[in-house]
């Protein structure tokens, strides 16, 4: 049976029928919050957009098709410049090669022409208004046409990661998984950062399972496990900046409990902390320790990428 409270609030919803009404009763006390129409417009259509996500991603991972843009268009405001920007995008000579490069970037390789046009529609008269982009163009006699050009320019200038790429680290990550007494293991983790790595090891047939990440970091962290070979993995290594930062947060010390765990977290005059770079934590004095041992000792480190 309903309690008089539920019944009174019961009443006050049928009261305030016919606009919307968030209602919050906590420790005695009631709260309404009655938003505004656009708000509630904003909610309708981020709830209609992610129904269609969820549709079209349910799509892929069911049948592997290729869904309908075209049937989605009325849920997203009408780009302008689309045609505009879409023939610049067909005029250029080697869009056929950024096409390839591009379905070996993306995780679902479908409607590239589009998918390109509409990213070079953000660069348009309203969005670089007054900008310093905008300025330098002005200066320079630059239109728009040949701002899409140039960023196609660069975009098929980019050494990207080929299928023959791909094919050759799987081949390898499979051959270095047999080594004895050794470990793999990402400089931060792939499943929580979602970065290039995670893609190119999806790319290459491994499944977010194939790996138990945490597992193989902690086996770093203690003294029951023998190991001789560690072999840190990336998707690219072009200057090691990535590598050195991270291992600059693995090999630090730390006084005590308390130090580590604000070092964790804090950004230290740096863009992120080393919780928001995903990196794997240490969560004990011991670990951190045992982890610089580890690595100090081990017989030889390889990196793969």
Same mark, same amino acid.
């Given at each position: 049976?309903?309690?008089?409270?539920?019944?009174?609030?019961? +009443?006050?919803?049928?009261?305030?029928?016919?606009?919307?009404?968030?209602?919050?009763?906590?420790?005695?006390?009631?709260?309404?919050?009655?938003?505004?129409?656009?708000?509630?417009?904003?909610?309708?259509?981020?709830?209609?957009?992610?129904?269609?996500?969820?549709?079209?991603?349910?799509?892929?991972?069911?049948?592997?098709?290729?869904?309908?843009?075209?049937?989605?268009?009325?849920? *997203?405001? +009408?780009?302008?410049?689309?045609?505009?920007?879409?023939?610049?995008?067909?005029?250029?000579?080697?869009?056929?090669?950024?096409? %390839?490069?591009?379905?070996? =970037?993306?995780?679902?390789?479908?409607?590239? /022409?589009?998918? /390109?046009?509409?990213?070079?529609?953000? *660069?348009?008269?309203?969005?670089?208004?007054?900008?310093?982009?905008?300025?330098?163009?002005?200066?320079?006699?630059?239109?728009?046409?040949?701002?899409?050009?140039?960023?196609?320019?660069?975009? @098929?200038?980019?050494?990207?990661?080929?299928? @023959? =790429?791909?094919?050759?680290?799987?081949?390898?990550?499979?051959?270095?998984?047999?080594?004895?007494?050794?470990?793999?293991?990402?400089?931060?983790?792939?499943?929580?950062?979602?970065?290039?790595?995670?893609?190119?090891? %999806?790319?290459?047939?491994? =499944?977010?399972?194939?790996?138990?990440? %945490?597992?193989?970091?902690?086996?770093?962290?203690?003294?029951?496990?023998?190991?001789?070979?560690?072999?840190?993995?990336?998707?690219?290594?072009?200057?090691?900046?990535?590598?050195?930062?991270?291992?600059?947060?693995?090999?630090? +010390? =730390?006084?005590?409990?308390?130090?580590?765990?604000?070092? @964790?977290?804090?950004?230290?005059?740096?863009?992120?902390?080393?919780?928001?770079?995903?990196?794997?934590? *240490?969560?004990?004095? %011991?670990?951190?320790?045992?982890?610089?041992?580890?690595?100090?000792?081990?017989?030889?480190?390889?990196?793969?990428?």
């Amino acid at each position: 049976m309903a309690s008089r409270t539920e019944e009174n609030i019961q +009443e006050l919803k049928d009261k305030l029928r016919g606009s919307a009404h968030y209602i919050l009763l906590k420790e005695k006390k009631l709260f309404i919050y009655t938003p505004q129409k656009e708000l509630l417009k904003c909610f309708d259509r981020i709830n209609r957009r992610k129904d269609l996500y969820d549709k079209v991603h349910s799509q892929l991972k069911e049948g592997n098709t290729i869904p309908d843009i075209a049937a989605f268009q009325n849920l *997203f405001p +009408e780009n302008k410049n689309y045609s505009y920007v879409k023939d610049v995008v067909l005029g250029f000579t080697n869009l056929p090669e950024i096409k %390839e490069q591009l379905k070996s =970037h993306y995780k679902n390789a479908y409607n590239i /022409l589009d998918r /390109l046009t509409n990213w070079m529609s953000l *660069f348009n008269q309203e969005s670089i208004k007054d900008s310093v982009l905008e300025m330098y163009m002005q200066e320079k006699n630059i239109d728009l046409a040949f701002l899409y050009t140039t960023i196609m320019t660069v975009l @098929n200038k980019h050494v990207y990661i080929s299928n @023959n =790429h791909i094919e050759k680290f799987s081949d390898k990550i499979k051959e270095i998984s047999s080594i004895e007494d050794s470990i793999i293991l990402p400089i931060k983790n792939p499943l929580n950062d979602g970065n290039g790595l995670k893609r190119l090891l %999806e790319k290459s047939g491994f =499944h977010d399972r194939s790996f138990n990440w %945490e597992k193989q970091f902690y086996s770093l962290c203690n003294n029951s496990t023998m190991i001789k070979k560690i072999i840190i993995i990336t998707d690219i290594a072009v200057s090691g900046s990535q590598t050195v930062k991270a291992f600059q947060y693995y090999m630090s +010390e =730390h006084k005590n409990v308390e130090t580590l765990i604000a070092f @964790n977290n804090d950004k230290n005059g740096k863009f992120k902390s080393p919780k928001e770079e995903r990196y794997f934590l *240490f969560d004990k004095i %011991e670990e951190s320790i045992t982890f610089k041992d580890k690595i100090k000792n081990c017989e030889e480190i390889i990196f793969v990428s």
